[in-house]
Structures are given as structure tokens and as C-alpha cells.
């Protein structure tokens, strides 16, 4: 607060009245006010994007740092302020949408938006939106085969990994009868079978060393009627249990239980 505002009866009425103002303002509404609307000349802008029939005001060096594509025809301008942006299957709602994600604060992306965005990055190499929204996406979605779809047509490597990965775990039967099946490309496709190839293998190879250590278990059971292990501790030293001694019965019965426990906490049995 300067010296005259301090001491300027108006000036301090005129500050007061301002921030009661602001604090009055909805939060939505005081949030909706920050993201510029380039309809009109604005802090240095020196390049008019016409989309449309629309034009938006925008800098030549915010969109050359997010597009190289973009940057290209913006050098074959020349002085000329105007560029006509070639939308394609952007609306009006695009173009805002996607200038508020580029500029600063910088919209944050959402799901309505993030699947709007995602095309329109791969049409301008917008590449660092591109991932910004892949990681989104990543983060926020659940897997399925018809995200699996999409990104493998919006070339999204780590989101297609993460859709194959969970899609593998899915019965057949049931990702056949999804429509978006028939739109996995063939190399996705074998990815997807292999993965679960892989897994099937290693489910076998621990059911076949389940089975292994389970029959191990068993024979120890049988062996120690036969120990001496199975016997009390008067009997031990004849070397073996006694049927009609319960101390004797206790000890196998013991045994027995030790035994299972070990089967029943044996890391090998544990699933990915």
C-alpha cells in the first residue's frame, strides 16, 4: 500500500470496497475470470488465429513453444498477423478449451476435456499436452478394451501397456463380446495374447510346484507314523509311537499340524 493510500480517506474506501468486492465473488465464477478468452487484443499479443470464422488473440511464441507444426506456418507468415487455423473436427469449444490448456494458469485437464484434447495434440504435435493428458488419463481411468482402442489410435504407448496389461487378465469370452474388439489392431492383439500366454505359464509353473510340495507334505505325514518323532518321550526310545498311547497320538497329531502350517504358509503358493 503506497504512502496516499494510507493516508487518503477515498483511496482507503475505494481499496476496502474492492477487496469486500472480491471476497463477495463466487469461487467458480472468480475462477472462470482468470483463463484469458483471446477475443480481443491482449498483453502483447501479435498473432490472430482465425478458426471458424472466429479470431482469437494470441502470441506467436506460446503456440510456437507448444507446436512445432504450428510453428512452421507461423515462420511462413511473414509480417503478416493472420493465421488461418485448419480446425478439421475442432469446434468453438475446442479452440477456447485448448488455447485455456496452453496459456497460463494453464486449465487443468479433465475428463470431459482430455478426450476433446487428445486428438487435437496429435493433429498439431502438441507433444507435451499430449503427454500431460496421457498421464491423466493413466492416473484417473480405469483400463478397458475400448481405452485400449483409443489409445492405440491417439498413439499413447504407455496407456496402451497399461490397457494390455489389464485386459490380459480378462476371460476371452468376455472381451469378445465387447464392440471394441474387433478395433484391436493385430500386433495389439498378439501383444495382448502373449501377455497372457506369460501368465498362464507362470500360474502353471506354480501350480506344478504346489502340487510337488503338497505331495512332499503328504509323504512326511505318512513317513512320521514311522519316526521317532511321532512318538512321546517314553516310547521314543524304543524308537517308535505307541497306537494305544495318547501321549504318542498327541505327538503325530502335532506333527501333523506343523506340517500343514508349513504347506498352507509356503511363499510358493502366493499369486501376482
Known amino acids: 500500500v503506497t504512502q496516499d493510500a494510507r493516508y487518503h480517506p477515498r483511496k482507503r474506501y475505494t481499496r476496502a470496497f474492492l477487496m469486500t468486492s472480491l471476497a463477495?465473488?463466487?469461487?467458480?465464477e472468480y475462477k472462470e475470470n482468470v483463463y484469458p478468452t483471446f477475443e480481443k487484443d491482449w498483453d502483447f499479443s501479435d498473432l490472430v488465429l482465425v478458426a471458424n470464422k472466429k479470431r482469437y488473440h494470441?502470441?506467436?511464441?506460446?503456440?510456437?513453444?507448444?507446436?512445432?507444426?504450428l510453428k512452421c506456418k507461423i515462420l511462413?507468415?511473414?509480417?503478416n498477423k493472420e493465421f488461418e487455423l485448419d480446425c478439421g473436427f475442432m469446434t468453438d469449444d475446442d479452440v477456447v478449451q485448448l488455447l485455456q490448456t496452453i496459456y497460463p494458469p494453464n486449465k487443468a485437464i479433465t475428463e470431459d476435456s482430455?478426450?476433446?484434447l487428445v486428438p487435437i495434440a496429435n493433429l498439431f504435435q502438441m507433444f507435451e499436452l499430449l503427454r500431460r493428458c496421457e498421464d491423466f488419463l493413466i492416473k484417473n481411468k480405469t483400463p478397458t478394451l475400448m481405452m485400449l482402442v483409443f489409445a492405440q489410435e491417439q498413439n499413447l504407448s504407455k496407456l496402451l501397456s497399461k490397457c494390455i496389461e489389464y485386459c490380459s487378465k480378462q476371460p476371452i469370452e468376455e472381451l469378445k463380446r465387447t464392440l471394441s474388439y474387433e478395433k484391436i489392431a493385430p500386433q495389439n492383439l498378439c501383444t495382448l495374447l502373449q501377455v497372457r500366454c506369460l501368465k498362464m505359464?507362470?500360474?502353471?509353473?506354480r501350480s506344478e510346484m504346489r502340487s510337488w510340495e503338497l505331495t512332499c507334505t503328504l509323504r512326511a505325514i505318512y513317513e512320521s507314523w514311522s519316526k521317532k518323532e511321532g512318538a512321546c518321550v517314553q516310547h521314543r526310545r524304543n524308537g517308535m509311537h505307541q497306537e494305544n498311547c495318547n501321549d504318542c497320538l498327541h505327538a503325530i497329531r502335532r506333527q501333523i499340524d506343523k506340517l500343514c502350517e508349513l504347506a498352507l504358509d509356503n511363499p510358493s503358493d502366493q499369486s501376482d
Open 114 to 116: 482430455c478426450d476433446r
Open 201 to 205: 505359464e507362470k500360474k502353471l509353473k
Open 24 to 28: 463477495d465473488t463466487p469461487e467458480n
Open 58 to 69: 494470441v502470441h506467436k511464441a506460446v503456440i510456437s513453444m507448444w507446436s512445432p507444426a
Open 76 to 79: 511462413e507468415l511473414g509480417e
